[in-house]
């Protein structure tokens, strides 16, 4: 006989779709809590600050996507330059692939955006709601003008902190001190208006409201993350053959007499995990090596004069074998790799030539013959300033001497200025017949450091008369 099952539910009676219990992660400090709280407030600090930073008059890091121009700490970029980004986004590739190899999810716990906001918007809940019992308690308590005030108050700042953290980001693309000026006189624009607002609820959603099921359902990198581990990664790993059978004790007993383990079953490194995950589970997808659950237990360990250790960074083998292989081939392999690709870049960025020049022949005659015995070829010359300097150029032909160059204005362009310029070469006759292969040189006056060689091809009369 079939029955009707309701939706949402199964045939006995289970829900199939289980909503998740808020986690609320309790304070921990220690040695990898400490090291995650640099990071996270160097990497705020960067990220807040350097759009006001200027260098040479410039704002430090600016993408200038109408303008076509990239500013990087004092170093101008053009479309042409795109080699580059392809260089870093294969050094941010591999130093994936490194990181990961060697210690698990280190970007997930350390440098994650999510990861990062999420832990503002906790510490930000925690000073105006409490600690997670507080917390916890207001939560299942009935509304209340105190559970109003300090919700309210937690939402407030929650959409201060976004709004500000959506103007910042724009202020990568656009100008950030004449956006200011457009939000202070309400003249912003409409793409700006709209990726402020995006980025802005997209902080509030993601770092206020999702939180782990961000990192859980939604981050395609805890899907994969295992095809870089191998049984020589670091991970954090609970010792259940130290550890088990687990069990509550009183600090002066004896483990083996009891026939425990060290771990008492506190639960502490389960209440400290923003993913709400247990550790002594083993390996899980949901673990962001945040480390916190290693922090909580060492300060249980020595509360109850063990040794700490219970919950740390090893391997695999070192916990089944005894046997530590940290430094392997793959970790040489990935290492090589990126510090010849971040060093080719580092080197290409800081030495290359900010002058770009293109010669580009006129259509309408292939040559002119002039009095006097003389061949002419026109061209035009598009010509880049890149850089943040005017600078005035010498253009002369190098391996032909007799070349006579003759051009509608001189070189002499401002800082990133574009120019496009009429340039006529004259020959002798007499230096051939066809093509002639020419190479030209423009040079800076006042740097000869910045100098660049384009190639010509210029167009002869061919004698077609027979001989006698």
């Known amino acids: 006989m079939n029955r009707l099952v309701e939706p949402g539910s199964s045939p006995a009676g289970e829900t199939l779709y289980l909503k998740e219990p808020k986690v609320y992660p309790r304070q921990v400090s220690g040695r990898f809590s400490r090291l995650r709280l640099v990071s996270i407030w160097t990497l705020l600090g960067l990220f807040y600050l350097l759009p006001w930073l200027e260098i040479n008059g410039k704002q430090s890091v600016l993408f200038d996507l109408p303008a076509r121009k990239f500013y990087l700490f004092g170093l101008t970029f053009w ?61 299942n308590a009935p509304w209340s003008r105190d559970k109003i005030l300090r919700k309210s108050a937690k939402h407030a700042l929650w959409i201060l902190f976004a709004a500000w953290t959506g103007f910042t980001f724009v202020g990568f693309f656009s100008p950030v001190r004449e956006l200011g000026v457009s939000i202070r006189n309400l003249s912003l624009g409409p793409w700006e208006t709209f990726w402020t607002l995006f980025y802005a609820l997209a902080t509030y959603g993601n770092a206020g409201f999702l939180r782990e099921q961000v990192c859980k359902y939604m981050c395609p990198y805890a899907r994969f993350q295992s095809a870089m581990f191998d049984q020589d990664t670091l991970i954090i790993s609970y010792d259940a053959d130290r550890g088990e059978p687990r069990g509550g004790r009183r600090k002066s007993d004896i483990p083996a007499e009891k026939g425990l383990g060290d771990c008492i079953d506190c639960t502490l490194c389960v209440q400290v995990c923003p993913t709400g995950i247990d550790i002594r589970k083993g390996l899980q997808y949901e673990c962001i090596a945040c480390a916190a659950c290693i922090d909580v237990c060492d300060q249980v360990m020595d509360k109850m004069g063990y040794a700490r250790g219970l919950v740390k960074y090893t391997t695999e083998n070192a916990l089944k074998h005894k046997q530590v292989h940290v430094v392997r081939p793959r970790l040489i392999v990935y290492g090589a790799l990126l510090l010849t690709i971040l060093s080719a870049t580092l080197w290409g960025m800081t030495h290359r030539v900010p002058l770009r020049a293109d010669l580009i022949r006129d259509r309408n005659a292939l040559f002119r013959e002039l009095p006097g015995g003389l061949v002419e070829n026109v061209y035009t010359l598009k010509i880049t300033n890149m850089d943040d300097q005017p600078h005035h150029y010498d253009i002369r032909v190098v391996n032909n001497d007799a070349v006579e160059i003759d051009m509608s204005r001189e070189l002499q362009l401002q800082a990133e200025e574009v120019r496009g310029v009429s340039v006529r070469l004259r020959m002798p006759k007499s230096e051939g017949q066809g093509v002639q292969a020419l190479e030209i040189e423009i040079q800076a006056q006042d740097n000869p450091l910045i100098k660049k060689q384009i190639k010509a091809k210029a167009l002869m009369p061919i004698n077609t008369g027979s001989q006698p």
């Open 79 to 139: 479309p042409q330059d795109f080699i580059y980004l392809a260089l870093l986004l294969i050094t941010a590739g591999l130093s994936l692939f490194f990181f990961t190899a060697l210690a698990g999810r280190l970007w997930c716990g350390l440098a994650c955006p999510q990861t990062i906001w999420t832990e503002v918007f906790v510490r930000i809940e925690r000073w105006v709601e409490g600690s997670r019992q507080q917390q916890i308690k207001r939560d």
